[in-house]
């Protein structure tokens, strides 16, 4: 195969198509689909997955994963309301030191996984029980509300027509894509991804980098809950459970490599938009929301299966 | 290497450090599960009482079931996340045929056999198709999840023939779970160990290369030991639907992670290539163990996931350790 029809097969490619095919087709199931206020409302919708898949790329870029992330949602989000109303701290500084929680956990995480050597997959699944056991313990399984006002501008306001969180999505995507794709940090994650041990030789800091990593999701994380405690407004222990799958299909669907060493934060950002697109557009054609589930794992199936069929370049 | 040593059957000797060399692991959850049984059993009583022993390990036996068919799974060098859910649909599966009025064996083996199918087609897609078993099982646990809550809306299943409730079947007063757990358990471990076709899991799981280079038809193997695994998910489908008077219709939460975590902790190996099923089995009954004294020792129910969490961690850590120190 030419390298030029190659490179236009290439998975973000073949992606992209499916996300247009699949806009077209909602499109015309209904008239409220392409609606201005249903786009930005699926917008604020996605944000919470979505900032949480950017750093998820990273992780898997580098061959591990953390199916931690939405325990450690939902570890924040407690946090939010236990330190606010429980302790009587100032409501910012409440969301501060959640999201620094979140990026402790995360530091946790990075720890077990390069300083005892812990396959990530376990390492995390380990610490997916611990940090939804220290939710419902801290909590005792109460919910916390009654924000004040200013509070929910973050998940329910707008800034200049655009809902806020969508905005703190794309500032975080356009840093993403750019650590990913144009800095030295961002080549170190595809060398610990795509050969380890030739990147410790090389000089990359492996293990630094791997740490960074996990911190940034975790952070990343309990982001992603102080905007989702807003949107919702209230806190709950069981809060962002089954995220950590979710954000996986994502990362997945948009083309990066389960085994490290491959993947881009544009895939990741199509594969977002594909399955929201069709959770809102199969939701206003009279689909159930768990009709929806089926057809999100057969795309992801069936995408993965197309461009392994194209794009056939020796691994898999 | 440990792959070797863990299947060799070269410990006639009986020597304790080559028995503890080849099934580390599977001691120390034994150790453990002792440990906690006498801790436990000292402080209260009525922990070590028929009913609770019965509840320890009837109930969590479909766990122990399903770590079977995944500890394969894991060892062939895979995985499988979307077994949770297919439990679900099997048990529903099983528990609408009861109540519609068809013989109970077929309400049973229906769940064996649609288990098989499901896994096999996943491993179909991940031998042939070459789609990571993440991935793979990934978009199958979105399909059985969803379909299933579809086709169910949530209602559940109630008026279970008695003669269909198989997982409160006794036999020499002892709860049917606990036999199949067991028995499963030893007869699958032998068949890993003594045959050809299970020993070539270890092999794949090692090295798939080198495993194809000795003549081993890779694929085909894969597909049988997710066929396999189907197989015991459908079992551990049918003895967890049956454990009360009604099946709930739903994915019952988090149920892939506790058995991934059962084989893990159980000594095999995600990196693929070593383990057994004994020690899965051993795991899947500690954590019930654990849950259970927890209880007994007063610990505040809403803090028993990140206690349990915390000894999942520990146990993980302490295996690095071993295995760091054993190589």
Same mark, same amino acid.
């Given at each position: 195969?030419?390298?030029?029809?190659?490179?236009?097969?290439?998975?973000?490619?073949?992606?992209?198509?499916?996300?247009?095919?699949?806009?077209?087709?909602?499109?015309?199931?209904?008239?409220?689909?392409?609606?201005?206020?249903?786009?930005?409302?699926?917008?604020?919708?996605?944000?919470?997955?979505?900032?949480?898949?950017?750093?998820?790329?990273?992780?898997?870029?580098?061959?591990?994963?953390?199916?931690?992330?939405?325990?450690?949602?939902?570890?924040?989000?407690?946090?939010?309301?236990?330190?606010?109303?429980?302790?009587?701290?100032?409501?910012?500084?409440?969301?501060?030191?959640?999201?620094?929680?979140?990026?402790?956990?995360?530091?946790?995480?990075?720890?077990?996984?390069?300083?005892?050597?812990?396959?990530?997959?376990?390492?995390?699944?380990?610490?997916?029980?611990?940090?939804?056991?220290?939710?419902?313990?801290?909590?005792?399984?109460?919910?916390?509300?009654?924000?004040?006002?200013?509070?929910?501008?973050?998940?329910?306001?707008?800034?200049?027509?655009?809902?806020?969180?969508?905005?703190?999505?794309?500032?975080?995507?356009?840093?993403?894509?750019?650590?990913?794709?144009?800095?030295?940090?961002?080549?170190?994650?595809?060398?610990?991804?795509?050969?380890?041990?030739?990147?410790?030789?090389?000089?990359?800091?492996?293990?630094?980098?791997?740490?960074?990593?996990?911190?940034?999701?975790?952070?990343?994380?309990?982001?992603?809950?102080?905007?989702?405690?807003?949107?919702?407004?209230?806190?709950?222990?069981?809060?962002?459970?089954?995220?950590?799958?979710?954000?996986?299909?994502?990362?997945?669907?948009?083309?990066?490599?389960?085994?490290?060493?491959?993947?881009?934060?544009?895939?990741?950002?199509?594969?977002?938009?594909?399955?929201?697109?069709?959770?809102?557009?199969?939701?206003?054609?009279?689909?159930?929301?768990?009709?929806?589930?089926?057809?999100?794992?057969?795309?992801?199936?069936?995408?993965?299966?197309?461009?392994?069929?194209?794009?056939?370049?020796?691994?898999? | 290497?440990?792959?070797?040593?863990?299947?060799?059957?070269?410990?006639?000797?009986?020597?304790?450090?080559?028995?503890?060399?080849?099934?580390?692991?599977?001691?120390?959850?034994?150790?453990?599960?002792?440990?906690?049984?006498?801790?436990?059993?000292?402080?209260?009583?009525?922990?070590?009482?028929?009913?609770?022993?019965?509840?320890?390990?009837?109930?969590?036996?479909?766990?122990?079931?399903? &770590?079977? /068919?995944? @500890?394969?799974?894991? #060892?062939? *060098?895979?995985? %499988?996340?979307?077994?949770?859910?297919? !439990?679900?649909?099997?048990?529903?599966?099983?528990?609408?045929?009861?109540?519609?009025?068809?013989?109970?064996?077929?309400?049973?083996?229906?769940?064996?056999?649609?288990?098989?199918?499901?896994?096999?087609?996943?491993?179909?897609?991940?031998?042939?198709?070459?789609?990571?078993?993440?991935?793979?099982?990934?978009?199958?646990?979105?399909?059985?999840?969803?379909?299933?809550?579809?086709?169910?809306?949530?209602?559940?299943?109630?008026?279970?023939?008695?003669?269909?409730?198989?997982?409160?079947?006794?036999?020499?007063?002892?709860?049917?779970?606990?036999?199949?757990?067991?028995?499963?358990?030893?007869?699958?471990?032998?068949?890993?160990?003594?045959? &050809?076709? /299970?020993? @070539?899991?270890?092999? #794949?799981? *090692?090295?798939? %290369?080198?495993?194809?280079?000795?003549? !081993?038809?890779?694929?085909?193997?894969?597909?049988?030991?997710?066929?396999?695994?189907?197989?015991?998910?459908?079992?551990?489908?049918?003895?967890?639907?049956?454990?009360?008077?009604?099946?709930?219709?739903?994915?019952?939460?988090?149920?892939?992670?506790?058995?991934?975590?059962?084989?893990?902790?159980?000594?095999?190996?995600?990196?693929?290539?070593?383990?057994?099923?004994?020690?899965?089995?051993?795991?899947?009954?500690?954590?019930?163990?654990?849950?259970?004294?927890?209880?007994?020792?007063?610990?505040?129910?809403?803090?028993?996931?990140?206690?349990?969490?915390?000894?999942?961690?520990?146990?993980?850590?302490?295996?690095?350790?071993?295995?760091?120190?054993?190589?």
């Amino acid at each position: 195969m030419p390298t030029s029809l190659r490179r236009l097969l290439r998975h973000e490619t073949i992606l992209a198509a499916l996300v247009v095919v699949a806009l077209v087709v909602l499109a015309t199931q209904s008239e409220r689909f392409f609606t201005a206020a249903n786009i930005l409302n699926q917008g604020r919708l996605m944000a919470e997955a979505g900032l949480v898949a950017l750093t998820m790329t990273f992780v898997i870029i580098t061959g591990g994963i953390d199916l931690s992330v939405g325990s450690i949602l939902g570890l924040a989000a407690i946090l939010v309301g236990v330190l606010w109303k429980n302790l009587g701290l100032a409501l910012p500084v409440a969301m501060v030191l959640a999201v620094g929680a979140g990026g402790l956990a995360g530091l946790v995480n990075g720890l077990i996984v390069t300083r005892f050597k812990v396959p990530p997959l376990i390492a995390t699944l380990a610490t997916l029980a611990l940090y939804r056991g220290l939710a419902e313990g801290i909590s005792q399984s109460r919910s916390v509300r009654g924000y004040p006002e200013w509070f929910y501008a973050l998940g329910q306001g707008d800034a200049a027509g655009m809902p806020v969180q969508v905005w703190i999505l794309l500032v975080a995507t356009v840093a993403a894509a750019g650590i990913l794709g144009l800095t030295t940090f961002g080549r170190a994650t595809y060398a610990v991804g795509a050969n380890e041990t030739a990147a410790r030789f090389s000089g990359v800091a492996v293990d630094r980098t791997r740490l960074l990593i996990y911190t940034a999701s975790g952070l990343m994380s309990g982001l992603a809950a102080v905007i989702f405690v807003s949107r919702v407004t209230t806190t709950r222990s069981d809060m962002g459970s089954g995220l950590e799958l979710d954000v996986i299909t994502a990362v997945v669907l948009g083309g990066t490599s389960i085994f490290g060493g491959k993947g881009t934060v544009v895939g990741t950002v199509l594969g977002l938009v594909l399955i929201q697109a069709l959770r809102s557009g199969l939701s206003l054609a009279g689909v159930k929301g768990d009709g929806t589930i089926v057809v999100i794992g057969l795309v992801l199936i069936g995408a993965i299966l197309v461009s392994n069929v194209f794009g056939r370049d020796g691994d898999g | 290497m440990e792959a070797v040593a863990a299947a060799a059957p070269a410990r006639k000797g009986g020597r304790l450090a080559r028995l503890f060399g080849a099934y580390g692991q599977e001691l120390v959850i034994l150790g453990a599960l002792l440990a906690l049984m006498v801790v436990s059993g000292t402080v209260n009583r009525r922990f070590l009482g028929e009913n609770n022993l019965n509840s320890i390990f009837s109930g969590n036996a479909y766990v122990a079931v399903a &770590a079977i /068919g995944m @500890s394969m799974v894991i #060892i062939a *060098g895979h995985i %499988d996340v979307s077994v949770g859910s297919l !439990i679900g649909v099997l048990a529903t599966i099983s528990g609408t045929l009861a109540v519609r009025g068809y013989p109970i064996w077929v309400a049973w083996l229906a769940s064996v056999l649609v288990g098989i199918a499901v896994e096999a087609f996943t491993g179909a897609l991940i031998a042939y198709a070459r789609i990571p078993a993440i991935v793979v099982t990934l978009g199958m646990l979105s399909i059985l999840k969803g379909g299933l809550i579809s086709a169910t809306q949530g209602a559940w299943i109630t008026n279970l023939p008695p003669g269909f409730l198989l997982a409160q079947f006794r036999f020499l007063g002892i709860l049917s779970p606990v036999w199949f757990a067991a028995v499963l358990t030893v007869l699958a471990a032998l068949w890993m160990r003594y045959t &050809a076709v /299970g020993r @070539s899991i270890y092999a #794949i799981g *090692g090295n798939p %290369d080198a495993a194809r280079a000795a003549g !081993i038809q890779t694929r085909p193997t894969v597909v049988l030991v997710f066929a396999i695994h189907g197989f015991f998910a459908g079992i551990a489908a049918v003895l967890f639907g049956t454990q009360l008077q009604v099946i709930q219709s739903t994915v019952p939460p988090n149920l892939e992670l506790n058995v991934i975590t059962a084989s893990v902790i159980g000594g095999v190996s995600i990196l693929g290539g070593t383990g057994t099923v004994i020690g899965s089995t051993l795991a899947a009954v500690l954590f019930g163990a654990i849950g259970s004294s927890l209880i007994f020792l007063n610990v505040s129910a809403y803090w028993l996931k990140a206690v349990l969490g915390l000894m999942i961690l520990a146990t993980v850590l302490a295996d690095m350790a071993r295995r760091s120190r054993a190589s």
